[in-house]
């Protein structure tokens, strides 16, 4: 198993930046592909990023893309997210998740996660 805590949410202007921080517990973090998904007030869940296991393959939503960058580092068990360029409807609470089975490509489907954090809030105001 491995516990999740997202850090980083707050509120900046449009245009502005924030970067979202996932710490995870446990010696088997390095096994795990992780993921970024994000949810609006009334709006379901939508995936944002993700990363493999090896750090090497990224994937990204359309509307994120050229935005915000995912990375991970092994040796802080954390993932990040690096949101640049924030608009209003970036606006959402925010959870990192993992995935121990869709190592090698990350999924874009949250039903594929079996492990997340409790969310942190972001705020984008124009």
């Known amino acids: 198993q491995v516990q999740l805590v997202e850090s980083g949410g707050g509120s900046v202007q449009t245009g502005g930046s924030l970067r979202l921080s996932c710490a995870a517990s446990?010696?088997?973090?390095?096994?795990?592909?992780m993921g970024w998904f994000r949810q609006a007030p009334g709006k379901e869940r939508e995936f944002v990023a993700a990363?493999?296991?090896?750090?090497?393959?990224?994937r990204y939503a359309e509307s994120v893309k050229g935005r915000f960058t995912i990375s991970r580092d092994r040796a802080k068990n954390t993932v990040y997210l690096q949101m640049n360029s924030l608009k209003p409807e970036d606006t959402a609470v925010y959870y990192c998740?993992?995935?121990?089975?869709?190592?090698?490509?990350?999924?874009?489907?949250?039903?594929?996660?079996?492990?997340w954090g409790q969310g942190t809030q972001v705020t984008v105001s124009s």
């Open positions: 446990g010696r088997t973090f390095s096994s795990y592909a």
């Open positions: 990363i493999s296991r090896s750090g090497v393959t990224m």
């Open positions: 998740a993992a995935d121990q089975i869709r190592t090698l490509t990350p999924s874009t489907d949250s039903s594929d996660y079996e492990y």
